[in-house]
């Protein structure tokens, strides 16, 4: 599966954050969110379950494009440091690479940035599921 419009089909949680998906194959997936009030926590700084999500979408989009035919995969751990303060009024950038692509699971790493700041790093394992 590696059209755009599929992929961001499959994750309407995704659509409802606002994230918009720049691109996406089997060695990495970009994407940004911008700030909104909705998305925020006190102070007007983003959310660290949404940042967690930013990075758990990411990394599904390219566990994804990396499944056998007819398999689906779950997010099954992760891990989030968390570094900086999404500020109000910016753009994340999120960019999410494999570390591991093996059979049963796939292991993504999704650093996410405010222009040169890192925000978040998360690392992520995915459950490869195949049909019966």
């Not at 891990?79 to 999410?96: D, M």
């Not at 699971?105 to 459950?127: E, H, N």
Request: proline residues 5%.
């Amino acid at each position: 599966m590696t059209e755009m419009a599929d992929l961001v089909a499959l994750m309407p949680f995704a659509d409802d954050l606002g994230i918009r998906v720049a691109a996406a194959d089997g060695d990495s997936a970009e994407a940004m969110l911008e700030w909104a009030p909705r998305l925020c926590t006190v102070g007007g700084v983003m959310h660290g379950g949404v940042l967690m999500a930013f990075a758990d979408t990411l990394g599904a989009y390219g566990t994804f494009i990396n499944l056998p035919a007819g398999a689906s995969t779950s997010t099954i751990e992760s891990k989030t440091n968390f570094f900086a303060a999404g500020p109000e009024g910016g753009i994340l950038r999120g960019e999410s690479t494999p570390l591991h692509i093996g059979r049963r699971t796939m292991v993504w790493q999704t650093r996410i940035t405010s222009g040169d700041a890192l925000v978040a790093l998360v690392t992520q394992t995915q459950m490869v599921l195949t049909p019966s």
